[in-house]
């Protein structure tokens, strides 16, 4: 466990395992920590690197706006501070999208591009329907406990087995994430252009 500073901001980072980089970047709101049941899997044969973007977990929470550049500027300072020129990337909800932004804007910093659960954003994108951004931004006005269950029912799919959920759960409330921090990411990634247009 380790941290660097970006422009003032401290960024928490951790590296495990042995072989070719991957920098993980996951979602709105949620620490590195949240790759926890993969993480044994992917450090048997990489040397994985996570951390807790700008707001949110053990990371500083600088004023806004954020905005995706600006996060994917960070992923790199945090492949900088792990030693790491180039990485297999691997980005998930809004990590995906910070995750494009990385790879168009430091092409020659990835050796390989992993997405899930994600698009390229913008105004032509597909969002999800109105009821799930009513509830997204709705979570940023909750106390922590019930903005973290008020997800449950689309971030989990209604086989999950509940010790697994209270399991993330458990976890998220240990390594919580500020209102500002949550509301800062959330407006990044609806204001961001998209990437679209510039997708190879």
Known sequence: MAYTTVDGVRLWWEASGEGEPLL?????????????????ALAARHR?????????GRSDVPPGPYSIDRMAADAMAVL???????????GCSLGGIVAQEVAITYLDRV???????THPAGTDA???????????????????????????????????????IEEDIRLRLEIPTT?????????????YPGTRPRLG
């Open 24 to 40: 993980l970047i996951q979602g709105l709101g949620f620490s590195g920590a949240m790759w926890y049941r993969l993480l044994p």
């Open 48 to 56: 994985v690197i996570r951390y807790d973007a700008r707001g949110i």
């Open 80 to 90: 900088d501070a792990a030693g790491e020129s180039t990485a297999h990337v691997f």
């Open 111 to 117: 050796r390989s591009l992993t997405l899930c659960c």
């Open 126 to 164: 597909v969002w999800p329907d109105e009821s799930v951004m009513a509830m997204l931004r709705n979570r940023a006005t909750m106390p922590l406990e019930e903005s973290v269950r008020a997800s449950i029912d689309v971030g989990y799919a209604s086989a999950t087995p509940r010790d697994r």
């Open 179 to 191: 209102t500002e921090g949550y509301t800062h990411q959330l407006m990044a990634g609806l204001g």
